[in-house]
């Protein structure tokens, strides 16, 4: 199993430009999550999908849309990137969503001028 | 919202010693809490968790202990090796929403 991917692994854009992050996982798992990790501030969770079909804000959902595609295939989008969404983005799964446990990608490193 | 605290940000030791990271978290309803380990340009991998109806859960060298009066829990490494260097985060969560909440992680480096 390849476990959680991720695409891009880099990616720099000028500000105003729009971008898609793509996150699958092959391990069955019912739930997806996209996070933002920033020096000093941990992990801050953007969007998540509890199921097929469902998405939710997260803590810092402002600039970012998403969609779930299908069950092995969530993406996060940028319409407008600005230089305050430079940072690096982790997509997560978990079997479903009241286990909790989650199994995070590799990681896009984004950066935005 | 919850909040959790973590300490200490960054902990040098060296190799053999023990390692003790700790978090305290807000909110009472929270009744899981998971620690991953973060290396270089990597993402987060789950290492340790427990739940509320346990006060300690050992994996090899790695124990977590909690405190649910105190609500505070605890990442105990023992006989620490260099490839054990790296960022750490505790995270605590809530049947209700099932969202994880984040410490802002632990730098430890093992000296050999």
């Known amino acids: 199993n390849a476990g959680v991917t991720q695409t891009p692994k880099f990616q720099v854009l000028k500000t105003g430009q729009s971008m898609t992050l793509q996150c699958a996982q092959d391990?069955?798992?019912?739930?997806m999550y996209w996070y933002r990790q920033d020096p000093g501030m941990g992990l801050r969770l953007i969007y998540y999908?509890?199921?097929?079909?469902?998405?939710d804000k997260g803590e810092v959902p402002n600039g970012y849309n998403v969609s779930r595609l299908n069950k092995r295939e969530f993406s996060l989008r940028l319409e407008s990137a600005a230089p305050s969404q430079t940072s690096v983005y982790f997509c997560?799964?978990?079997?479903?969503?009241?286990?909790?446990?989650?199994?995070f990608g590799p990681g896009t490193r984004l950066t935005v001028t | 919202g919850e909040n959790v605290e973590q300490h200490p940000s960054t902990l040098s030791v060296q190799e053999g010693d023990s390692a003790v990271i700790k978090c305290t978290y807000s909110?009472?309803?929270?009744?899981?809490f998971p620690w991953y380990k973060q290396e270089l340009g990597k993402g987060p991998q789950l290492i340790i968790d427990?739940?509320?109806?346990?006060g300690e859960k050992k994996d090899q060298r790695i124990a977590v202990t909690l405190n649910k009066t105190a609500k505070h829990f605890s990442l105990h490494i023992t006989e620490t090796q260099p490839e054990d260097s790296a960022v750490y985060f505790c995270?605590?969560?809530?049947?209700?929403?099932?969202?994880?909440?984040f410490g802002k992680g632990t730098l430890l480096t093992v000296n050999p």
């Open positions: 391990m069955n798992h019912n739930s």
């Open positions: 909110d009472s309803a929270s009744n899981y």
């Open positions: 999908s509890a199921s097929e079909g469902t998405t």
């Open positions: 997560a799964s978990s079997p479903r969503v009241a286990l909790r446990e989650q199994y």
């Open positions: 427990i739940r509320s109806n346990v």
């Open positions: 995270a605590a969560s809530k049947s209700s929403n099932y969202k994880l909440t």
